[in-house]
């Protein structure tokens, strides 16, 4: 199995770009998918694959890659955005799933 | 639309084995291109993932919990479940069940239960 590590706190002003990032070896091989969650409610996915956002998910939120790191940019973030923000990948083996800790999100 | 429910009791005692369903609708569990999973959050923290069961009935577990763990498919209820054995306050946690989209790739959970808090308590 392999980790997927992402800072616990990051901050943004309103309507300011913000950038959270997942580090991990499985990303050489394999995308990220990205979760937002607000308190009490389950995971949401915002971004899965190079760069694909669900149905009803902003523009605002994108996906880029480079080499071990996976990032989400939320460009010009809502007070609505502020909330826990998950990645996730397939493992080096390809067979189980592993998660980032977390990043908290807040907007000032 | 794909909808996934959680059942299950909420309470279970130390040593025994916590039990969960997860019901499928919009959906189905023998379609291929999909793993049927279940992930947990302890209180207050981050998502971990308990392991899937794919269409063709292989499962996968998180090393971790691999001893105490067993996900098994109802094709005709269109259900999917999760055991884990010999459980202990550690244990306590949301459970949600979720289907994995597999993209080759890349993977996202792309449709989640409301998720069900399962304690473990005497």
């Known amino acids: 199995s392999s980790e997927l590590t992402q800072d616990p706190a990051v901050s943004v002003a309103l309507g300011q770009t913000v950038r959270i990032t997942c580090q991990g070896d499985?990303?050489?091989?394999?995308?990220a998918g990205w979760y937002q969650q607000k308190p009490g409610q389950a995971p949401v996915l915002v971004i899965y694959?190079?760069?694909n956002r669900p149905s009803g998910i902003p523009d605002r939120f994108s996906g880029s890659s480079s080499g071990n790191t996976a990032s989400l940019t939320i460009t010009g973030a809502q007070a609505e955005d502020e909330a826990d923000y998950y990645c996730?990948?397939?493992?080096?083996?390809?067979?189980?799933?592993?998660f980032g800790g977390g990043t908290k999100l807040t907007v000032l | 639309q794909v909808q996934l429910q959680e059942s299950g009791p909420g309470l279970v005692k130390p040593s025994q084995t916590l039990s969960l369903t997860c019901t499928v609708s919009?959906?189905?569990?023998?379609?291929?291109?999909?793993?049927w999973s279940w992930i947990r959050q302890h209180p207050g923290k981050g998502l971990e993932w308990i392991g899937y069961?794919?269409?063709?009935?292989?499962?996968y577990y998180n090393p971790s919990l691999k001893s105490r763990v067993t996900i098994s498919g109802d094709t005709s209820k269109n259900q999917f479940s999760l055991k884990l054995s010999s459980v202990t306050a550690a244990d306590t946690a949301v459970y949600y069940c979720?289907?994995?989209?597999?993209?080759?790739?890349?993977?996202?959970?792309?449709?989640w239960g409301q998720g069900t808090l399962v304690t473990v308590s005497s």
């Open positions: 979720a289907r994995d989209r597999d993209g080759g790739g890349w993977n996202s959970f792309d449709y």
């Open positions: 919009g959906g189905s569990i023998s379609s291929g291109g999909y793993y």
């Open positions: 069961i794919y269409y063709s009935g292989s499962t």
């Open positions: 499985s990303l050489r091989s394999y995308y």
């Open positions: 694959g190079k760069n």
């Open positions: 996730n990948s397939r493992d080096n083996s390809g067979n189980h799933v592993v």
